[in-house]
């Protein structure tokens, strides 16, 4: 079963996918803000286009579960997503 829409992959499509582990679905089943207001980082975001599809298809298999997003989702999600890593690194690293 294909997880891209059934049209072909043109030279601009783009699709979003959300890859979550457990905790961060719930979340993200909650609320797209329940995810981002946690401290969650369990789960990725991803753009696909044609030149990079086998790419994300091997990164999505690494999660339980993944789903298409829209793109305002996406840009949501990966600047949230980096902040809280941002803040994890700089504890890590400062103390």
Known sequence: MSILPTKNIG???NFYFLSVNGIA???YKKSLCALMDSECVDYMVHRM???NVSEVMS???DYEHFM???ERNYTAL???LCKKLKMLYDVNVNG
């Open 11 to 13: 030279v601009t499509d």
């Open 25 to 27: 679905l719930a979340l």
């Open 49 to 51: 286009d044609r030149h």
């Open 59 to 61: 990164e999505i298999k």
């Open 68 to 70: 298409l997003i829209d």
């Open 78 to 80: 990966y600047g949230n």
